[in-house]
Every structure is written in structure tokens, then in C-alpha cells.
């Protein structure tokens, strides 16, 4: 698992909700980035009105805040490009009402770092798939943008965004692609975008659906995925990346939390692979409630 501190050197307005910082990587190379086109890193921020985010450490190989209370907040966030022989990273904030991770992006200026680390990915379309089903709501959006840029063929491609406002789909890279786009969700309006992918004529074979979107409706596209078109899991990576009702589901999380991880946990120590260890452990969330 890598680790870097990043400075931010620019920062910038993209639409009403979007905003572009670049960050400068000190150690670029030991963050370890998959290279996927969704990779996403975990960025830690500064307590206000601090502007440095102080070091972690690293025991048993894993880096993490030990000794330090409270522990700064860390949100993953999708690498919209990343430019290696430079040593620079382009992260686009989904700018919210509130939160950590949205109160620093908006104060953020050239000079203020941060820590960077858990670099991972999920988009794995396998070989000489057909049908490509590319789906994401806000939150998403950066990463289905760097999707689309790096695809090398647009035939046989949907892609279906849910943005709050049209003046958002500007963001959006134009390639040839069947664009469906739906404007609400995100959690201002009932979310759509679940309902519109499973409404979506799809084969039983030869396709690949990529979600990101909040956790309920992603929940709901993987059991229709594997329920009802029988997809094998190398077929999907579906995401939650956000929850609509965090505040409420991470209360009750903390009750039972330790014995729901127990089903991840073992699903691994069984040999099972780590996306079918993740959706064993969503069902028994679904089963508590959560």
C-alpha cells in the first residue's frame, strides 16, 4: 500500500459543482497507482483552519493515523489524469453542502497539502466485450469522464449520467457514444439511475456495466446484474461511493458493524475473491438493514 504527501500547486471552477485541483505528488511512484482508468486514491485533509495535513505512519506495512486525535478525515476521490513524468495529479471535487472533504476543495489554495494513500481501481472490462454500460451520478462523474477519454473504441457504448443540473454535462468528454442523461438525484431528487440501467435491453453475455452512484442504487444494479441476467461477476463492477443517508446508516453501522465485517473476513479466509467477499458482506448489510 503506497503513500505520498501532495502540495497543491492550482486550483479551479469547472461548473457549479465541480472543482479541479492539481496536486503536485512528492512520491508519485511510491503511492502505487493501479493505472485503471477509475483509480481513485484516499486523500486526507487538514483539520480547518489548518493547512498541512500531518504525516502518517506506517506499522506492519500499513499506513494509517495511530496516535493522532482527532485523526484528520480521509474520502477516496477518483484521479481525473495524472501525469507521471511530472509528478502531477488532477483530482475534480464534487462540491457538496457540507462535509470534510467539501469544506477543505473549497478553501483549498496553491501551497496547502495534504496525505495520499489506498490507491485502488474497479474498471476491468473484460477482453472483446460488445456492450459497454458506463453509469454514474455526480459523485462518479470524474471517473466515467477519464473512462471515456481512454476508451479505444466508442462502438457498442452507453454511457447514462444523473447530474443536478444540465449545466454539468459541459464536464463530460465528447466521444461517440449513446448518451442517455438524466437531471435530479444526488440527493436533491429520488435517484433514477438504478431504474434506467436495469431498464436497459442488455445481453446475457458479451457486455460489461460499470456503475458508480450512491449505495442503494448501486445495490440495486448489481442483484439485477446477477439475479435477473445472470452475469457472471467479471461481468460488472458496480460502486457505492456515496450514501444518502450516511449520517443515519453510520450510526447504526457502529452497532453491529464488527460482526457484518466478520462475513468479509471470512468470506476471504474461505478463498473467496475479494469482490465476492464485498458482495457477501452488502448482502448481510441488506440483511441488517443498512
Known sequence: ???????????????????????????LPGLGLPGGADEAVGIYFPHDPERVTPDMECRDGTW?????????????????SVDHSAGTMVVDFVIHAAGPATLWAQRAEAGYDVVM???RCWYAPPAGVERLILAADLAGLPALARILDELPSTDGVTAVVEVPAPTELSYLPERDVELITLVGGNSRTPSRLADTVCGLTLPTSGAYCWFA????????????????????RG??????????????????YVERGAELFAVYRQALDDGKSEKQASEEFDEALERAGL
Do not use: C
Not at 497543491?8 to 471552477?13: E, L, N, R, Y
Open 235 to 252: 461481468s460488472y463492477d458496480v460502486i457505492g461511493y456515496w450514501r444518502v443517508d450516511a449520517e443515519r446508516w453510520t450510526q447504526a
Open 1 to 27: 500500500m503506497g503513500y505520498s504527501r501532495a502540495r497543491v500547486s492550482d486550483v479551479a471552477d469547472l461548473t457549479p459543482n465541480l472543482r479541479r485541483i492539481v496536486f503536485d505528488v512528492a512520491d
Open 213 to 232: 452512484g450512491e449505495a442503494a442504487e448501486s445495490r440495486a444494479v448489481r442483484k439485477h446484474l446477477r439475479g435477473n441476467l445472470r452475469w457472471d
Open 64 to 80: 494509517a493515523y495511530y496516535d493522532i486525535e482527532p485523526a484528520p478525515d480521509g474520502r477516496n476521490y477518483s484521479i481525473r
Open 117 to 119: 494513500t489506498h490507491a
